[in-house]
């Protein structure tokens, strides 16, 4: 998708979002760090505190003094000490940590790297995404046996194989109409289709074309009301692939489609999108209809939902 079209397309379509920048103040404060200070050693200060206690337990045991007392006790100390110590915290580590975390510190601080790009709309996010793992014709059908078989036969097989998909759309392009069609949709990637709602005129629909790869070009239809809301986020309620695998030989494009349930669309309401799809983009440059994806496009001031509702109820 081409960014300037988008951004063309919101012009006419979205409000202007202000951004508002929040200034943080970090404040100092000043402490007088002369109560934090304890000038005596605290083995020393231990020693004081506990000095008669020490004394008397020295005179009970037979020692001269509390130095005596301590040569004394001191095999057990460590003892104790020894088996208080654990690895790691109070105490070092095997020499090949040590070794380790040694050279790790001497690596030069290295920055993560930069956070990939968020993609312009939901149509570019399915093109990367699509890139490595596309479904194909093949996926659906034997492609090389279709290639034997007559025009109105490979019809018949294609829409028998998604009849028990209720939310499947399903059909079969010519290959002159879809020229005309891709033709208009790389000129005009972007474009709004309504679907009439008694007693509350009509809902918009925001549609973009994706091409995936040389053999597919697909189609997402997405809630307008939606995407004005959530942007790149919004969530497509239907999409619409061609397959151009036999356009060449066969002169005929394979669509298939699918309705996701739980977004407030229909299979029949999904079938209208695609033929006013066909509508729009199968018309020639001069018609009203294509003038309006012009304008639309371009994000030209002229455009009119009222013209276009009134383009979209014409019938063909």
Known sequence: MKGSSLGSARKLLQST????????????????IRFLANHAKPAEHILNRY?????????????EDVESLKQAYSDKIAELRKKATIPGANAPGPASETVTQAKQTSIPYQPPPPPK???????????????????????????????????????????????????????????????????????SPQFVLPIPREGQGAELHFLQWTFPSETTATVLFTNL???????EFAQPHTTVTHHLDLMDSKEVVLVEGNVLPDRGITTDEGQLLVMMLTKFYGQSEESPRRQLLGQFTKGDES?????????????P
């Open 303 to 315: 455009f009119s939902v009222e013209k276009l509702l009134e383009e979209a109820e014409k019938v």
């Open 17 to 32: 979002v202000s951004s508002y920048c929040h200034q943080q103040r970090r404040h100092a404060r000043v402490h007088d």
């Open 51 to 63: 000095k008669d206690k020490l004394e008397r337990k020295a005179k009970e045991e037979g020692h």
């Open 225 to 231: 009301a939606e995407f004005k809301l959530r942007g």
């Open 117 to 187: 790009p968020q993609q312009d709309s939901p149509a570019a996010k399915y093109t990367a995404e699509s890139k490595g793992g596309v479904k194909t014709l093949a996926s659906y059908i034997d492609v090389e046996k279709f290639q034997d078989l007559p025009e109105k036969e490979i019809e018949y097989l294609w829409r028998l194989r998604h009849a028990n998909n209720s939310r499947s759309l399903c059909g079969v392009v010519k290959a002159g109409v879809f020229k005309q069609i891709a033709k208009a949709a790389k000129k």
